[in-house]
Structures are given as C-alpha cells and as structure tokens.
C-alpha cells in the first residue's frame, strides 16, 4: 500500500520543532542558509506521513485485517463446528498475526484468508513506505486491540498506537486511538450455522420491515429469507460467536428458525433463534403456539406470545402447542 502523498498545514507541534531547530541550527554561512528550505520541506513531509497514518492508514488497515479476521473465525468454526471460548482475545490474535490458540488459522482451514492480510503485515508495509517515499524511520507499536459493537450492525475495532518516526532532522512521537468500523451485513452467521450441524446457513441480512409494519406476509418473507432484526433480548454478534443467548440490551438481533431447514423441525420450543438453541421452552409447552394459518411447510412453527406480538401476528389463526 502506498500512502497518497497530500499536501497538509503545518500543525502547532511542527511550528514549533521548525522554530527551536533554527536556535539549535544557526546558520554560520550561506550553504546553511541555502539548506534550510530542503529541512523545512522534509519536516513537511514527515509530518504530513504521520498524519496520514493516523488518519488514513491504520485506520484502514484495521477495517481489512478485521474483516478478514472474521471471514477467517468463520471458516474456523465451519470446519471444527465449535464455538469460540473468547472472541475478543482469539479475534485479536487472528486479526494480528494470523494465529488461533497458537496455531495458524490458515493451516487449520486450509483456506489463505490472512495470508498478508494480517496487522502485523500492514505494520511491515508501513515501515518500507516510511523509508522508500518519504525517507523516514518509522515504528508504529500497537499497544492495545480490542473489538466490541455499540449498535446492532457493526463490529468497531479500537486500537491503541504509538508511532515513532525520525528523520535526519526531526523526530515524531504520537500516541493515538483509531476506531475502525466493520459492517457485519455481509457476515455468515455462525450462531444457526454451528447450532444446526450446518443446516442453516445464513448471511446476516437487516430486515427493511418496519415495527409496525409486520404482518403475516411479511414475517414469512422475514422466515424464508433468513433475515435479521434488532432484538435488545437477543445476543449480539459477537455474543453469538460464542454461543451466548443472553440479552444484548444495545446491539441484540435475531432470526426465526424455518422449520422445513431442520431435519427434527417439530421442537417444543420458540423458533426464534436464540430461544430455540437455548430450549427456553423445553419444559414449558404452556408457554407456546402453534402458528397454524401459515403455509404447510410452516406448520411445525411455534412462537411464544412476545414474539406473535413483536412480528404483529396477534391477526393470524394460532393455537396451544400442548
């Protein structure tokens, strides 16, 4: 990756590194003189490097090492059909050095999704431009990772950086915090997919139906397709990776079980995904209904009486399931 060289002022802390190298560098004869303007633009240039690396750069490299990491924890837990015991520390691992309990994840998938993808990777480019373009020693050392969501439909990467950079002239330190943002719409989920010994396989896909616009028709679009809605009682994605049903009160969503994708599709429980691989109704039938108006296909479909109300089913023709 090279990094664009654009033209960016001066900041206040330049100003004044150029201000005490002409105390410390006094020209004694016209040579100096002619060389000052030569420092001057190097000082530039290096200061618009470190700009762009904190504005540009990682924060772009954390968007690809992190999606790439996700596409890779995926694939891991397809091929072992097991869930993560830590996402945060095993994603950082994967997103840093390729790694997965001190195994390579693409020796383990046989699949080269972090092959020169990895952060670590990204770092290594960053020196080779520092000295290839702009003729600088650069270090940029990453002292905190970590991956958390704030909203239902992104995963946000924070990272902590120093970055080091010396010139012939002039030296740079900067401590940073760069958030990257990975939209997780285009994410299989690993929640069903695991769950169903690979019966279910879906893309995370928001629903468009609004609240108030749910209706029979609609929710059997929702059930057919597979997609998503926030659900603050539902886990969230990361949670998910780790087979948690419990609530995520910001960021939940959920999916309904279509019956016809199970090859055991008569469960005692509410086919709302996080309830039905939880069986928070194994032993509470009472609880339950049959939805007995949708097509046959569906006529194995069982909700509790939150979700008839949440989906607007309250219209349709249902019955007690035991």
Request: hydrophobic share 40%.
């Amino acid at each position: 990756m090279t990094l664009a060289k654009k033209g960016v002022f001066l900041t206040f802390i330049a100003l004044s590194l150029v201000a005490a190298m002409l105390v410390l560098i006094k020209p004694n004869n016209s040579v100096q003189d002619n060389n000052f303007p030569v420092v001057q633009n190097r000082i530039m240039q290096a200061n618009s490097f470190v700009t762009d690396v904190e504005n540009v750069y990682l924060k772009n490299a954390l968007e690809s090492s992190g999606t790439k990491a996700v596409f890779a924890l995926i694939e891991y837990m397809n091929d072992t059909d097991s869930f993560l015991t830590n996402f945060d520390r095993q994603f950082v691992d994967v997103m840093r050095n390729g790694t997965i309990n001190g195994s390579y994840i693409d020796t383990l998938t046989n699949a080269e999704i972090m092959k020169d993808n990895t952060l670590e990777h990204a770092l290594s480019v960053l020196q080779n431009v520092s000295q290839d373009d702009f003729t600088t020693n650069s270090l940029l050392n990453i002292t905190g990772l970590s991956a958390y969501q704030q909203d239902p439909w992104n995963l946000k990467v924070r990272a902590n950086a120093t970055l080091f950079v010396q010139t012939e002239s002039a030296s740079w330190q900067r401590n940073m915090t760069v958030i990257a943002l990975i939209p997780i719409q285009r994410f299989a989920d690993p929640y069903p997919f695991v769950n169903s010994n690979a019966q279910i396989f879906n893309i995370i896909n928001k629903s468009m139906v609004k609240s108030a616009s749910w209706n029979v028709t609609s929710f059997e679009e929702h059930m057919a397709l597979g997609t998503y809605i926030q659900n603050p009682a539902a886990p969230n994605f990361i949670m998910r990776f780790m087979n948690q049903s419990s609530s995520s009160q910001c960021c939940g969503i959920e999916s309904i079980i279509n019956p016809p994708l199970l090859s055991d599709n008569d469960e005692t429980e509410s086919y709302a995904d996080y309830l039905f691989y939880s069986r928070a109704y194994e032993n509470n039938c009472a609880q339950l209904y049959n939805m007995t108006e949708f097509y046959p296909d569906y006529s194995k479909l069982k909700l509790d009486y939150g979700h008839i109300l949440l989906y607007n089913l309250t219209g349709a023709s249902f019955e007690d399931a035991c």
